[in-house]
């Protein structure tokens, strides 16, 4: 895949040797930016991981960067550590699911057993980090967290609609979000989920 697009990936390389040649992306301008975070194995999970979000600078090949983090694993020669095949990611919900922050958890259908914290990501520029952190609309996140809590709670959407925390321009969008989100109770009781639209992200979210 080439693309001049923020995408991520999952590694399963040793941290100094992704941090190493991570740096020579950034060192030879096929990188702007890059950021990863350990992850323990939660329960449905084999083996520790590392979270991977990399800005090119300007169009990269993706299969090129695969090719510069094949490491070789010592305890199994023939089959070398390196990453998942990468996809285009959105830094804020990359960010906020490397740190299994709760609230972004419960708005997609998820909980995790580990959560982490700022401390825990590396990365090749911190003010850059930062400023990234600093854009993330938490708002929505909030607004969503409060409609899922009025629907499973019972309070009616109407009086949710006089809290002003709707924009009025998507009352129907997030009506419709509220009706899925209360009858999710229903599926509760068995072993399936339901999916909706996130009125606010368009992206498709789980109830489990």
């Known amino acids: 895949m080439k693309?001049?697009?923020p995408f991520s990936t999952i590694s399963y390389n040793s941290s100094d040797f992704l941090e190493i040649r991570l740096g020579e992306l950034i060192a030879?301008?096929?990188l702007d930016f890059f950021a990863w975070v350990h992850h323990y194995p939660e329960e449905d999970e084999t083996k520790p991981h590392k979270h991977v979000y990399l800005v090119p600078n300007g169009k990269i090949d993706t299969d090129q960067v695969l090719d510069c983090l094949l490491e070789l694993d010592p305890e199994n020669p023939l089959k070398p550590l390196g990453c998942i095949r990468p996809r285009s990611?959105?830094?804020?919900?990359?960010?906020?699911y490397g740190l299994h922050d709760p609230a972004y958890l419960a708005s997609i259908g998820q909980s995790r057993k580990y959560h982490y914290s700022l401390e825990d990501f590396h990365c090749s520029d911190m003010d850059y980090l930062l400023e990234e952190i600093h854009t993330i609309d938490f708002?929505?996140?909030?607004?969503?967290?409060?409609?899922r809590d009025a629907a499973l709670n019972g309070t009616p959407f109407d009086e949710l609609l006089l809290t002003g925390c709707i924009p009025i321009q998507q009352t129907y969008a997030y009506k419709q979000a509220y009706d899925i989100l209360a009858?999710?109770?229903?599926f509760r009781n068995g072993s399936h989920g339901h999916e909706f639209t996130d009125p606010d992200t368009g992206e498709i979210r789980l109830i489990t």
């Open 183 to 186: 009858n999710s109770c229903t």
């Open 3 to 5: 693309t001049s697009r």
């Open 89 to 96: 990611s959105k830094f804020a919900h990359w960010y906020l």
């Open 139 to 147: 708002a929505k996140l909030n607004r969503f967290n409060v409609l």
């Open 28 to 30: 030879r301008r096929q």
